[in-house]
């Protein structure tokens, strides 16, 4: 063998390491950026800095996701992404719960069974959520089963689920809007959403993955540079202020 050969073997074996690194990253970095919102609620016992919402729109976006691989079979890296960003939410929903029911100063609780749409999302119990998924995810399933063998259907699935993962940023920046502060939100993990997206959407290009997953990038990307000028700009309003 020549030095050709093994100099040709050997880079085979780099670009096969660095594509397994990437999906490591790519599967296991999506549950990164919550860590330090994770502790800052956990130290500070408060949770109205985070919008709940932001779990809502990953677990949808990312149930569908998965139903969009049963039709239409997209890189494994980005589903076994899916199941680590589900269980990320579930694990960030149980915390907050656990925090409002220790803060809580009244007796009176909201439940999914109210059926209340004032209080969508915003239950009290963290079973309340599970059951919500599930009424999701079953009716979801039995449809997909049905019209899996549809191009037009699955295209679609794709695309809603993409474009919902686009809307992850939104809640947090209507809820920053709303309260005219980013106090209580964790800035580190919106660098980290950042730094993320920019990495996804590199992956997305020379993966070649489907051009739902592309635009998704770019929404995400744009939502994430707007939380990020909401912070400036709060935290300069406040110094104004101060001042």
Not at 99 to 122: A, C, E, G, V, Y
Not at 166 to 189: H, Y
Not at 199 to 225: H, R, T, W
Request: hydrophobic share 50%; aromatic share 14%.
């Amino acid at each position: 063998m020549d030095n050709g050969q093994v100099g040709e073997e050997d880079g085979g074996r780099l670009w096969l390491f660095l594509g397994w690194v990437a999906s490591c990253v790519m599967v296991f970095g999506s549950a990164v950026p919550y860590a330090p919102q994770y502790q800052q609620i956990q130290r500070t016992k408060n949770t109205e800095g985070f919008s709940t919402r932001v779990c809502l729109v990953l677990l949808v976006s990312n149930i569908l996701r998965i139903l969009f691989w049963f039709g239409k079979r997209f890189e494994l890296t980005l589903l076994l992404q899916s199941v680590v960003i589900i269980f990320t939410m579930l694990v960030m929903l149980h915390l907050c719960c656990c925090i409002q029911n220790s803060n809580r100063m009244s007796t009176k609780q909201h439940h999914i069974t109210d059926l209340d749409p004032q209080f969508f999302w915003s239950w009290d119990g963290f079973e309340d959520y599970l059951i919500f998924l599930l009424a999701f995810t079953v009716p979801c399933s039995f449809i997909t089963l049905i019209l899996m063998d549809s191009a037009l259907f699955v295209n679609a699935l794709g695309s809603l689920a993409v474009m919902s993962e686009a809307m992850l940023g939104i809640p947090q920046l209507v809820q920053n809007q709303r309260n005219r502060s980013t106090f209580g939100m964790s800035v580190k993990m919106v660098l980290l959403w950042m730094a993320g997206d920019c990495f996804k959407m590199a992956y997305f290009v020379l993966n070649e993955s489907p051009f739902q997953f592309l635009l998704c990038g770019l929404a995400q990307i744009l939502v994430d540079l707007s939380i990020l000028f909401q912070s400036c700009f709060y935290n300069q309003e406040t110094v104004d202020k101060l001042e």
